[in-house]
């Protein structure tokens, strides 16, 4: 987008607007309360509209502002709402997305009230393809029940959606599957730049433990691959940075597309 940097985080600049904008996400978060140190959607928005009322972001930077709804399947991931709902039937999983998605096109309402002239929402990438996933059969294999689910809750956001005025979906399903699920190496360019598409750069030693995690002698309980720019995955649910940059050129074309369009009053 043009940007030399990534906007700073709310937590480290409440007091002013950084001209390259800001970011109020919170990692782990999701519309449900999925994590209790995470923000909802919802707490994030009104964080943003306290700014706005506070008078330290201004509704003219509305002018020439695109905001980000990035919900990634956390919802989906933890809480025992989510847990209660699949040990249930299809009905249930049904409105448990149709919750999740209702709630995500609610929010970007509320920042189309406040005056924001563009907002883009992300679908959900296809979660079975992450090595969180594809562990179980030695990284060779989507799981096609968890890619069903994401599914589910693309098609139903596309249609409460629908063709709401100044709003765009970043299709990261379709981006991240022409990558990941040409498992002979077949297919786009972006595909072709990786030689390990479901399998993680960076494994953990311990189950309970994280990359990048150290032992009190600072010893690292994680190991690394030697090449990262061949692995699309860097653990077992993100992407490396060059994983990052194959998604966004797929989404480039039409992300540009929708921030030249016209506003539409």
């Known amino acids: ?42 707490a994030q928005i009104n964080a943003f509209k306290k700014l706005v009322n506070d008078g330290i972001i201004s509704k003219e930077q509305f002018h020439r502002s695109v905001a980000l709804v990035a919900i990634s399947g956390n919802d ?3 809480g025992a709402g989510f847990k209660d ?11 448990y997305i149709g919750n999740v998605t ?8 509320q920042l189309q009230k406040l005056g924001l ?3 883009l929402v992300n679908n959900l990438h296809p979660i079975g393809c992450a090595p969180l996933h594809t562990k179980s059969n030695n990284n060779t294999a989507c799981d ?11 098609n139903n956001l596309q249609q409460l959606m629908g063709k ?16 990941v699920n040409h498992a002979s190496g077949e297919g786009s360019d972006q595909s ?20 990048g995690q150290r032992n009190a002698s600072g010893q690292a309980l994680y190991t690394l691959c030697e090449n990262p720019d061949k692995f699309f995955y860097w653990d077992e649910v993100h992407p490396t940075h060059a994983g990052w940059e194959a998604v966004m050129k797929a989404l480039e074309q039409p992300l540009k597309g929708f921030l030249d369009r016209e506003y539409i009053h």
């Open 1 to 42: 987008m043009g940007l030399n940097q990534a906007p700073p985080a709310y937590k480290l600049s409440d007091q002013f607007c950084d001209p390259s904008g800001m970011n109020l996400a919170f990692g782990g978060a999701g519309v449900s309360q999925s994590s209790k140190n995470a923000l909802t959607l919802a």
């Open 76 to 78: 989906y991931m933890s």
């Open 85 to 95: 709902t699949f040990l249930s039937s299809f009905d249930d999983i049904d409105t």
């Open 102 to 109: 209702s709630e995500i096109v609610k929010n970007v309402e």
């Open 117 to 119: 002239r563009k907002v």
């Open 144 to 154: 096609l029940l968890e890619n069903y689910g994401a599914s589910l809750h693309n």
């Open 164 to 179: 709401k005025n100044n709003a765009h979906i970043l299709d990261l399903y379709t981006a991240f599957t022409n990558i």
């Open 192 to 211: 072709k730049e990786f030689k390990r598409k479901l399998t993680p750069c960076c494994n953990r030693i311990h189950p309970t433990g994280y990359c």
